[in-house]
């Protein structure tokens, strides 16, 4: 178990629809990292945030948009979803005292038809 | 720009063969470089890393070494088990220059190992 933890495990929803993808990140880590894992790209980053603060963007589409809460989990939104939205996608958060160890959760396996 | 080649699967071993799975990345800065295993159905555990130039990761009997002069970060198993069967993924990540930390990943290398 890695203290990371995503929800849900996998989401079936039809396109054009909206989702949210839940991050917590292990007790104290305040970084939390966003990817998508499909067939066609690999693994791919999406975003990272910091204690609240977007960081950094990677391959991030306009219709996907993230956000941490003073909490520090996190949210994933992806809206008018199309089939190539399909994919698993994890989340990670860096530990606080080795930024350059991340622990990964399980992932969401959102299936998009 | 940052990215990273691991030789493509799938591998297929007996168990005690030899393994390398061989990585090569291109990066701006001084990155440090990550190998990562995913086991059917779970998330990504980090294996092994290394932070700078010639420091070798080394971890349940894998190692990988840090070669600057060849880009390259191959990892390597002496002698493998059925329970070694899973995908490996070489990773980069880079801080600075626009990037916060985040993992520029291989496509990823499938191990199979029969008994």
């Given at each position: 178990?890695?203290?990371?933890?995503?929800?849900?495990?996998?989401?079936i929803t039809a396109t054009g629809q909206r989702v949210t993808l839940r991050c917590s990140p292990r007790s104290g880590d305040l970084s939390v990292y966003w990817y998508q894992q499909s067939l066609d790209q690999g693994l791919q980053f999406l975003i990272h945030y910091y204690n609240g603060e977007e960081r950094a963007k990677g391959n991030i589409l306009e219709r996907f948009s993230a956000q941490q809460f003073p909490d520090l989990h996190s949210e994933l939104n992806l809206s008018s979803l199309e089939l190539g939205d399909s994919a698993l996608y994890f989340?990670?958060?860096s530990d606080r005292q080795d930024l350059r160890r991340a622990f990964f959760g399980q992932g969401t396996r959102l299936t998009v038809v | 720009?940052?990215?990273?080649?691991?030789?493509?699967?799938?591998?297929?071993?007996?168990e005690e063969a030899f393994?390398?799975?061989?990585?090569?990345?291109?990066?701006?800065?001084?990155?440090?470089?990550?190998?990562?295993?995913q086991y059917p159905g779970e998330g990504l555990q980090l294996l092994l890393k290394a932070t700078k130039a010639d420091d070798k990761g080394s971890n349940k009997g894998f190692e990988a070494t840090y070669r600057k002069e060849?880009?390259?970060?191959?990892?390597?198993?002496?002698?493998v088990q059925v329970s070694d069967s899973a995908v490996y993924f070489c990773a980069l990540s880079v801080w600075g220059g626009g990037s916060?930390?985040?993992?520029?990943?291989?496509?990823?290398t499938k191990l199979s190992v029969k008994p």
């Amino acid at each position: 178990d890695s203290g990371v933890t995503q929800t849900p495990k996998h989401l079936i929803t039809a396109t054009g629809q909206r989702v949210t993808l839940r991050c917590s990140p292990r007790s104290g880590d305040l970084s939390v990292y966003w990817y998508q894992q499909s067939l066609d790209q690999g693994l791919q980053f999406l975003i990272h945030y910091y204690n609240g603060e977007e960081r950094a963007k990677g391959n991030i589409l306009e219709r996907f948009s993230a956000q941490q809460f003073p909490d520090l989990h996190s949210e994933l939104n992806l809206s008018s979803l199309e089939l190539g939205d399909s994919a698993l996608y994890f989340c990670a958060s860096s530990d606080r005292q080795d930024l350059r160890r991340a622990f990964f959760g399980q992932g969401t396996r959102l299936t998009v038809v | 720009g940052n990215s990273v080649t691991q030789m493509e699967g799938p591998v297929t071993l007996s168990e005690e063969a030899f393994l390398t799975i061989n990585c090569t990345y291109t990066a701006t800065g001084y990155p440090s470089l990550f190998w990562y295993v995913q086991y059917p159905g779970e998330g990504l555990q980090l294996l092994l890393k290394a932070t700078k130039a010639d420091d070798k990761g080394s971890n349940k009997g894998f190692e990988a070494t840090y070669r600057k002069e060849t880009t390259s970060f191959h990892l390597e198993k002496g002698s493998v088990q059925v329970s070694d069967s899973a995908v490996y993924f070489c990773a980069l990540s880079v801080w600075g220059g626009g990037s916060q930390g985040n993992l520029i990943f291989g496509k990823g290398t499938k191990l199979s190992v029969k008994p």
